[in-house]
């Protein structure tokens, strides 16, 4: 692999990840979780989440194909159901309203001292769009190097979601809560064309399959 493939496969990897994981639309909820902590314990609470959160997509990144032969799952058919689930996280984001976190859920972290893992590293960073789109690049990539690449990116969107996070009072004060929407709006546009490509490589790939048959 050359340098430019190099870099066109981590820039696209970084690119679709950051758009679901999508952390200025974190902002909001992250700020109402941490409102009781001092700005110490909440950059403490932020870096934690997104090591976890870190690990877990790395862990699907690399047992992705794995997943699939235990449950018998075809990547094609894989390609398909995570590209419709992709694609209404994207028009959900595109109409600004996509739930992040269940209101039961978030109330209960309330109650909570450490809010980290839950519901701060996963579902809110490392969710089930998030870990659907590592899973179905996992399956696209093949070798070391475009794996170490594939890793390096999850790490790179988690860091740019931490100094987000760390940095989220006065992004929220700067962007207000209709430049949040603005900006996940935008990433809602990138999500839905990703999931799109991911439908059409699906049906090429079960398309495919029926012709080898």
């Given at each position: ?11 696209s ?14 902002i909001?909820?992250?700020?109402g ?9 909440r ?11 870190t690990?877990?997509l790395?862990i ?36 600004a ?10 109330n209960e ?17 490392a ?7 590592v ?10 190097l475009?794996t170490a690449?594939?890793?390096a ?17 006065h992004l929220?004060r700067l962007l207000?809560r ?17 999931a ?7 049906i090429?790939?079960?398309v ?6």
């Open positions: 692999m050359d340098l430019k493939s190099s870099f066109m496969t981590f820039a990897s970084f690119t679709a990840l950051f758009a679901i994981v999508d952390p200025l639309a974190v909001p909820v992250y700020l979780l941490t409102d009781r902590f001092s700005a110490k314990e950059s403490v609470v932020s870096l934690k989440a997104c090591a976890i959160a690990v877990i790395s699907f990144a690399v047992t992705g194909e794995g997943i699939f032969r235990l449950f018998g799952i075809s990547i094609p058919a894989f390609r398909i159901a995570g590209g419709i689930l992709l694609l209404l996280l994207g028009i959900s984001q595109l109409e309203h996509r739930e992040r976190v269940k209101t039961e859920e978030e972290s309330f109650s909570r001292e450490d809010i980290s893992i839950f519901p701060l590293a996963t579902p809110l960073l969710g089930p769009g998030a870990i659907s789109t899973v179905l690049q996992s399956s696209q990539i093949s070798g070391p475009p690449l594939f890793l990116s999850i790490t790179c969107v988690f860091i740019a979601s931490y100094f987000l996070l760390k940095s989220a009072p929220y207000g209709t430049g949040i929407n603005l900006v996940t709006r935008i990433m809602g546009i990138i999500l839905t064309a990703i799109i490509q991911f439908i059409i490589d699906g090429l790939g079960v495919a399959q029926v012709k080898t048959l």
